[in-house]
């Protein structure tokens, strides 16, 4: 019997096995990603109260003139993760949301977090989301 890959059941797949040893605390949240084909989304939640308190999203409207300057590649050494990704509007769409959380995590008081990549492998949109939000101020 022949076994069709679905690569959403292998990435949820791992996406439990990792979050079986990251959770967020009161002192460090976790920073969650989902990605969509078209749209990225961001946030910061407290698993021992169970709530989020921070998101950001590529689909906010307010976020839409940010996103439409976002530069495609910003000045500086370019990160692992993104080579020969600087020219793509997602990987720059998924930056400026990296800034974008780190800002709002910010003001919240939020300095560190643990970086949940929901499964998904950290390269392209990912790594420039995690890549922002290390630009954005947030150490993880």
Excluded: C
């Amino acid at each position: 019997m022949i076994k069709e890959f679905n690569a959403n059941k292998a990435r949820q797949r791992r996406h439990l096995r990792v979050r079986k040893k990251v959770s967020g605390t009161t002192n460090r949240p976790r920073l969650s990603v989902y990605r969509s084909g078209r749209h990225i989304y961001a946030q910061i939640i407290d698993d021992t109260l169970g709530s989020t308190l921070v998101a950001a999203s590529s689909v906010e409207s307010e976020l839409r003139n940010v996103l439409a300057t976002a530069p495609a590649a910003s000045e500086g050494e370019t990160p692992k993760g993104l080579a020969g990704l600087e020219t793509n509007h997602k990987v720059a769409q998924a930056r400026a949301i990296g800034r974008v959380i780190a800002e709002r995590a910010l003001a919240h008081g939020i300095k560190q977090v643990v970086f949940d990549r929901s499964g998904y492998l950290y390269h392209g949109r990912i790594a420039a989301l995690a890549t922002g939000a290390r630009e954005g101020g947030l150490d993880f």
